[in-house]
Nanobody, 124 residues
C-alpha cells in the first residue's frame, strides 16, 4: 500500500522559511508526478506546486517564493517555502499519481495517493 508521509511543518513568523518533505513508501514509480496542495480552514484544497517529467509548475501564489525538488533515490519530494506570509497558513498535503507526466492546471482529482498533511502556521 502506497503511503505518503509529510513532515517539516511548523509555526514561523512572516518572512521566514520552511522546508516540507514528502516521503513515499511502497511506491515504485520513481520520477512520478508529485504535487503539493494546501487547505486553509473553511476553504477549498488548492494546488501549490508539482514536479514530474517536465518542468516544475507553481501556482501564482507560490511563484518566486517556493521551489520544489525531489530525491528519487529516497522517493522524497520537498517544498521549499521562503518569504512566508500569513495567508500561507494551511494544512499542506502531498499527492502523487501513477504517471511521470503532470497535467496542467492540476486538480486534486488528478492524484491517486495522498498524505495526511502537515500544518504550516505563519504569524504576522
Amino acid at each position: 500500500q502506497v503511503q505518503l508521509v509529510e513532515s517539516g511543518g511548523g509555526s514561523v513568523q512572516a518572512g521566514g522559511s520552511l522546508r516540507l518533505s514528502c516521503a513515499a513508501t511502497n511506491y515504485a514509480y520513481s520520477g512520478a508526478c508529485m504535487a503539493w496542495f494546501r487547505q486553509a480552514p473553511g476553504k477549498e484544497r488548492d494546488w501549490v506546486a508539482q514536479i514530474g517529467a517536465g518542468s516544475p509548475y507553481f501556482a501564482d501564489s507560490a511563484k518566486g517564493r517556493f521551489t520544489i525538488s525531489r530525491d528519487n533515490a529516497k522517493n522524497t519530494v520537498y517544498l521549499h517555502m521562503n518569504s512566508l506570509k500569513p495567508e500561507d497558513t494551511a494544512m499542506y498535503y502531498c499527492a502523487a499519481r501513477d504517471s511521470r507526466w503532470c497535467s496542467y492546471p492540476p486538480t486534486a482529482l488528478d492524484f491517486t495517493y495522498w498524505g495526511q498533511g502537515t500544518q504550516v502556521t505563519v504569524s504576522s
